[in-house]
Each structure stands twice: as structure tokens, then as C-alpha cells.
């Protein structure tokens, strides 16, 4: 069987922007950066800015009481977004037929932290915990039951990269006949792990991220999740190349030369077949960490040059962790669908200013700038993950 | 329409239970399979001490399994999919229980506590830069992580793809909310495309009910494996020899 295009026909997002394609575009081309928030809830005696979804977020139905957590509630919040396509192509295809594929680095590990502090207090669970609100599989499970999707439905977790490799999956189970749609994106929850975690390794900044900034810091954590119908056939934008690597370096610190990073790059766009300077556009990893800024920027120059526009969204967002990958293909997603004849408006950098030295001078987005196409639109993202794990994933608009 | 994959090969196979380790003992057992014990610990030699004593009993049992299935070469060559229905999640809950207690975490620590700990540690120990994924589904694991595998085999069908699954019993605090028999094993499988090794049609159909076994989907394939019955259903996924 061979792939016939691999189509991402609807989307459904939440984040820290806001809720769903219009709201989320608006302020993301905007560079709105005010949408982030102070929390003292999450690292003891510390207060954060993170990019938290502070909308109210739909109540997971009573017969799927069992997965009532935070985390399965950020995706249906996506999900219920695109529920139409969803339930149309349920019926097209027919349920077992339908796979579902999602990333998340935390699953319900806040609901679980609430659990234990209940255990160590009372001697017992919470009433309403349940171990499928925590386990990784639970989130794909969640939407799987929700939706009466029928055929495979697994979680990917590979920390940050998670997102990004659902939807590389999802369009190997397309080529491989298994499914006929693929529900696929990811979803992360703020939580104290993953706070007190990248806190403890000294990784977080404070005030908002300022990525590939001479005086970045660190990172500024997010939630949210992002959800598409991907489908097999060549409309619509597509997902057009994948590339995946290891650096088989470090569990927390990405290698320096950036070697793994320009592999993924160079992976995405050999299985797409698309020469460099074909691409329009490419959202950083750009964490804000002095060492993942860096070696993304080699990596890029090495593949790019320093004249492709490209831009971190994580001072918008934060760094949503294993939703990360989907929602910045999310944000690609927009890009292309946003599209006026032969001009994309893109997603603006927002930092200081400050040049560092040791990073290549990159092109880096500015407020209201635009791409002018000579071709097809083809727009890339970076995703980078704990463990030495990358993912880049290039999309572009139909032939 | 076809609701299967194309054929996969097992190349070559490996797996690790307390007391269980050579192919041997894995035969036996497949011929009159019972129970597994369930405490003890790989010791995983092959790792340098460094990086040992920093393994989880779990990273250490999953690394035993795919050392044993790799001849040297292919180590740092073949793709992975690693595969685990709880993973770190006992590391993970140690570290609830700091935060609870209002105590500083182990930056060390948290980094292995991610869900792809042994993916990313398999690469380290041997010097791989191939993609590696992990995944988890609930009681659908060993199925959804072969899928996962042959997800890998349709990007480059060319290259072997190295699977391995494996868990450990979960802590006191939440064993008691999962219904399954503790264990505490790894399987691995080479699969490719081509190649000398049997060929395995896999896809899905209409649900079975789910077997009562004292041992792990995994190794109920293994022991599927090493037999001649023609079919193998474990929920609503099938296997059946080409």
C-alpha cells in the first residue's frame, strides 16, 4: 500500500490564545503576548508565568466518569471543536475503522498528585480517581470512548516530541490500511511533576520566554491540546513530510552541535521531497533554554541559511510539553489555511531584540510580516523531546 | 476492504522474566506455559556502571530485552518502538509523593521518569540516532506498540525495526485500582519486511473477549509464536502466519 496524500481536514485547538481556529489566529498573528499568567500554585514558594487555559473547560460526560481529569477535559476542549467532521466520518468510514493517535507528556498527573495528597491525608484514593485518569493510554482511550471510534487508539509519549509523532503515526496507519481516519494531536496539563521537574533542573525563566535571545533564561511552561481528522487523499493541507531522530547524548540536554535536530530537518524534507528552499516558514522548537536556542539555530543554518522566516510561539503559548508538537503544527496548520494569494502572514517572534553571538543571525519573524510564495506553501516545526527525541513534521497546501 | 497490514517478519526474538532470560527457557516454557514470578532484577551487564546505576528496574529488564535481540552492529542501526502500560510511572509517583511532602525533586529523576526513559537510554547505551517512539494503551499496549512498529516499517520499509514491550508490578498505592496479574517482564522483536523469520499477517476484527492468563499479552504472543497454531486474537487484534 502506498500513501496517497495525507490530508489534515479539520482542526480543533485550546491554548493559552484562546479556543479554536478564528480566536487562536487572531491573537497568534497578532503576537499577543498578554495571555499568559501568574500561578503560585505549582512550585512551592515560587510564583510562574505559564500560558494556562483559563476558559472553563467542557465536563467530561457522566458514562466516561472514569476519565474525568483535567487533561482528558483540554482535549475534549479541541475535540468537541471539529466534533462534526468527526462524527461524519465516524459514519463514512464506519467506527472500526477509525484510529485515534495522541501525545501527552503528563496525561492526568495533576488529577493523580490531588489522588495521592487524598492517599498520604486520608489513607485513601480520591473517590473520583481512577488509574486510567493517569496512565499514558488513558488520554488516546478518552478519546477513543468519547468519540465510539473503534480501531487502534493509542498514546504516544516521548515527552516533548509526543505531539509531533502522533501525527506522523497517524499517517502511517492511513499507508498501512489499518484506518481510514485517524483522530491525532496531543494534550498537556500544567501540573506539579512537570513544574517542580523542569524547575529542579533550573530550566525555567523567570518572566516570559525570550527565545534565541542573547539574555534567554529559560522556559516558560503551557497547556493545551490541539486535535485533527487526518485523512488519506491529496486536499486540502497536508502533511507532507516527517523526520525523526535520536541524539543518544542526554536525557535532559540536547546535543550542542544541534546534529540531531538537522537530521529531523533534513529527514522531513527528503521524505517529502522538497528542497529547503521551498519552505516559507519554520516554527522553532525554541524553548528559550541557552541550549536548545543555540544548537536549533546551528542546525537551521545549516539546512536553511539565515534567510527562512521562522519564530518561536512559546512566549504566546508557553511550552506545552507533549501537546507542543501538535499544537505548533497546529499553528502551521493556520498559516497555510490562512493563506491570501501569494501572501502568508506568519507568527511573530516576540523577544528582546538582544542578538547573541553565538547564534547564528537567523531570520526571525517580526510583527505583521509576511511570506511571499513562488509555489506551493510548505511550512515546517521542530518538536524536541527529553531523551535525546526529535521530530520535525513539514506540512504544506494541496497540490 | 483489507483491515490488515502487510506481512511483518519476526527476525529474531528476546525476552526477560525473573529466572527467564536464554531462548531456551523460553521454549520450555512456551510448551507448558504457566505463571511467572514477578520479583527480581535484571542485571543488566551489558550497560556501563554509570549509566546502570542510574537504570530503573524497568529500564533495566526492557535494555536486557533488547540487547538480547541485536546482534552488536545492528544496536546502533535499527529504529525502536518501546512499549509499556505503566512505563516510569512508579518513579513518577515517588516524585508526587516529594511534592506532596513539599520537598525538592531530583532533577536526575525527573528526566527518567519520562515515558520514553528506556527509548531514550536504549539509544544512549548504544550510540543510536534512529527514531525511537514509545507508546502506551491501557490493556491494547503489546497490540497498538506492533502497530506502532509497522508504522515505523511503512516510513522505510527497507530497515528492520526493533519492538520491545515490557513493565513491572505497579506500587502498593495503585496496583490495587488496575485489574491484572502483577508481572514483571520485557519482550523484544526484530520485525521487517523481509527476511528469515515467520511472517505474521496483523490487523483488527471483531472483539473477542479477552482471556483470563496469568501472564502478559506479550508473552501470550510469544508463546503464539513459538507453537503452530495458525491464528492468535488478543482483544479485537489478530495475528495469523502467512
Known amino acids: 500500500m502506498t500513501r496517497s496524500g495525507c490530508g489534515l481536514a479539520a482542526l480543533g485547538l485550546v491554548s493559552a490564545l484562546g479556543a479554536g481556529v478564528d480566536e ?73 475503522r477509525v484510529g485515534v493517535v495522541m501525545g501527552t507528556s503528563t496525561s492526568g498527573v495533576s488529577d493523580a498528585e490531588a489522588s495521592i495528597r487524598h492517599v498520604m491525608h486520608h489513607g485513601g484514593h480520591a473517590p473520583a480517581f481512577d488509574y486510567a485518569q493517569l496512565e499514558f493510554g488513558g488520554l488516546a482511550a478518552f478519546v477513543a470512548a468519547y468519540l465510539g471510534a473503534a480501531g487502534p487508539a493509542y498514546t504516544i509519549s516521548t515527552a516533548c516530541s509526543s505531539g509531533a509523532r502522533a501525527l506522523a503515526s497517524a499517517r502511517s496507519l492511513l499507508a498501512l490500511g489499518v484506518c481510514d481516519a485517524v483522530v491525532a494531536g496531543g494534550a498537556d496539563t500544567l501540573c506539579g511533576l512537570t513544574s517542580n521537574g523542569f524547575w529542579s533542573l533550573q530550566a525555567l525563566c523567570e518572566g516570559v520566554t525570550n527565545p534565541c535571545s542573547r539574555n534567554r533564561s529559560g522556559l516558560t ?38 546534529a540531531g535536530a538537522e537530521a529531523a530537518m533534513r529527514g522531513a524534507l527528503a521524505d517529502a521531497g522538497v528542497d529547503p528552499d521551498a519552505v516559507a516558514y519554520l516554527n522553532l522548537h525554541g524553548t528559550g533554554t541557552p541550549l536548545n536556542d543555540r544548537m536549533e539555530c546551528l542546525a537551521v543554518e545549516r539546512v536553511f541559511g539565515v534567510a527562512l522566516p521562522q519564530s518561536s510561539t512559546k512566549p ?43 547564534i ?40 | 476492504m483489507r483491515a490488515g497490514a502487510p506481512p511483518a517478519r519476526v527476525l529474531r526474538w528476546s525476552a526477560w522474566a525473573p529466572g527467564r532470560e536464554a531462548q531456551a527457557d523460553w521454549q520450555a516454557w512456551a510448551h507448558a506455559p504457566e505463571a511467572l514470578p514477578f520479583e527480581g532484577q535484571a542485571e543488566a551487564r551489558f550497560l556501563p556502571p554509570m549509566l546502570r546505576r542510574r537504570c530503573t528496574p524497568l529500564t533495566r529488564i526492557v ?19 518501546f512499549a509499556s502500560r505503566h512505563g516510569s510511572l512508579n518513579e513518577s509517583i515517588e516524585l508526587l509523593e516529594s511534592i506532596v511532602r513539599g520537598e525538592r525533586i531530583s532533577p536526575a529523576k525527573f528526566s527518567h521518569t519520562v515515558h520514553n526513559a528506556q527509548a531514550g537510554l536504549f539509544c544512549i547505551a548504544t550510540g543510536n540516532c534512529r527514531s525511537s517512539s514509545s507508546i502506551a494503551a491501557r490493556t491494547d499496549t ?46 523484544a522483536l526484530l520485525l521487517a519486511r523481509e527476511g528469515t523469520g515467520s511472517a505474521l499477517e496483523f490487523g483488527l476484527r471483531d ?27 488478543l482483544g479485537r487484534f489478530y495475528w495469523t502466519r502467512c
Request: aromatic share 6%; net charge negative.
Open chain 1, 221 to 258: 511552561l503551557g497547556e493545551g491540546a490541539a486535535v485533527f481528522l487526518v485523512l488519506r487523499g491529496g486536499e486540502g493541507i497536508q502533511l507532507l513530510g516527517v523526520g525523526e531522530s535520536s541524539e543518544a547524548h542526554h536525557m535532559s540536554a540536547p546535543e550542542p552541535t544541534g
Open chain 1, 316 to 358: 504566546l503559548v508557553g511550552h506545552t510539553l507533549g501537546a507542543a508538537g501538535a499544537l505548533e503544527a497546529a499553528f502551521c496548520w493556520l498559516v497555510l489555511d490562512r493563506r491570501e494569494g501569494d501572501a502568508l502572514a506568519l507568527p511573530p517572534h516576540c523577544w528582546d531584540g538582544v542578538r547573541d553571538p553565538e
Open chain 1, 24 to 96: 487562536t489566529w487572531q491573537r497568534l498573528v497578532a503576537g499577543d503576548s498578554s495571555r499568559l499568567s501568574l500561578r503560585d500554585d505549582l512550585v512551592p514558594g515560587q510564583r510562574l508565568l505559564v500560558g494556562a487555559v483559563e476558559r472553563p473547560l467542557p465536563a467530561i460526560p457522566d458514562p466516561l466518569a472514569r476519565f474525568a481529569c483535567r487533561n482528558n477535559a483540554m482535549a475534549l476542549a479541541a475535540l468537541q471543536q471539529i466534533e462534526g467532521p468527526l462524527r461524519s466520518a465516524l459514519a463514512r468510514h464506519g467506527a472500526a
Open chain 1, 360 to 399: 547564528p543571525p537567523v531570520h526571525l519573524v517580526e510583527k505583521g510580516e509576511l511570506a511571499r510564495l513562488r509555489g506551493p506553501a510548505c511550512v515546517m516545526t521542530n518538536s524536541f523531546g527529553f531523551g535525546g527525541n526529535n521530530c520535525t513534521l513539514l506540512l504544506g497546501a494541496g497540490a
Open chain 2, 207 to 233: 472483539e473477542v473477549a479477552p482471556a483470563e492468563r496469568p501472564w502478559p499479552d506479550a508473552l501470550e504472543f510469544l508463546r503464539w509464536l513459538l507453537g503452530d497454531e495458525p491464528a492468535l486474537a
Open chain 2, 142 to 187: 503489546f497490540p497498538c506498540g506492533y502497530l506502532e512498529a509497522l508504522a515505523q516499517l511503512e516510513r522505510e520499509p527497507a530497515r528492520p525495526v526493533l519492538y520491545v514491550i515490557g513493565d513491572v508490578p505497579l506500587a502498593p498505592t495503585f496496583a490495587p485500582l488496575v485489574p491484572e496479574p502483577p508481572a514483571a517482564y520485557a519482550l
Open chain 2, 63 to 81: 535494555l536486557s530485552a533488547a540487547f538480547g535481540c541485536l546482534a552488536e552492529a545492528e544496536r546502533s542501526a535499527v529504529r525502536s518502538v
